[in-house]
C-alpha cells in the first residue's frame, strides 16, 4: 500500500482503495465493521534520507477523493516508487524527467517486489504531474 502503517491499523473507509482484492482486505473490512483490530508488527518501508517520506503519506495529505488517490498510487505502483527520494534528483530539489515523463527509471533499483501494473492513462499522468508539484514544490528537471 506504501503507508508507513501496516494495513490493519489504518482505516480501511480512507485507505481500502490503495489496496488489492485480496482475503486480507475483506478480513480488514470485516474487523473494522466489528469495532475489532489486530496490532501486529508489520516491515516498515525504507526510507533512504533523513527527511526522506512516502508519497502515498503526501497523497492522503492533500485529501483528494478516493478516485484520485487511486489514479495517483496507480501511477506510483507503474513507476514502482514509495518515496520522495525515489522520484527526486539526489539534492531533491527536481523531480527526475523519466519519473515526470511516466516513465521507469532503471537506474534506480526497488528493493520491493511490483504488481504488474498497466501503463495509466495521459489524464492520469497529467493528475500524478499537477498533485506532485503542488505537493512537493518541486522543479521539474
Not at 492533500?62 to 488517490?69: P, T
Request: glycine share 2%.
Amino acid at each position: 500500500m506504501g503507508t508507513s502503517f501496516g494495513i490493519l491499523q489504518q482505516v480501511y473507509i480512507n485507505t481500502a482503495i490503495l489496496a488489492s482484492d485480496t482475503w486480507l482486505k475483506r478480513v480488514w473490512k470485516e474487523l473494522e465493521a466489528l469495532d475489532m483490530y489486530v496490532a501486529f508488527d508489520s516491515p516498515a518501508l525504507t526510507l533512504r534520507y533523513q527527511h526522506d517520506t512516502l508519497l502515498v503519506n503526501l497523497f492522503l495529505k492533500l485529501e483528494v477523493d478516493q478516485d484520485k488517490l487511486l489514479w495517483l498510487n496507480w501511477c506510483r505502483m507503474f513507476l514502482q516508487v514509495c518515496t520522495v527520494s525515489d522520484i527526486t534528483t539526489a539534492d531533491e530539489r527536481f523531480i527526475r524527467r523519466a519519473i515526470w515523463d511516466g516513465l521507469r527509471d532503471d537506474t534506480v533499483r526497488s528493493p520491493y517486489q511490483w504488481p504488474r501494473t498497466v501503463r495509466p492513462t495521459r489524464q492520469h499522468w497529467e493528475l500524478w504531474q499537477t498533485l506532485t508539484l503542488l505537493e512537493l514544490r518541486l522543479f521539474c528537471f
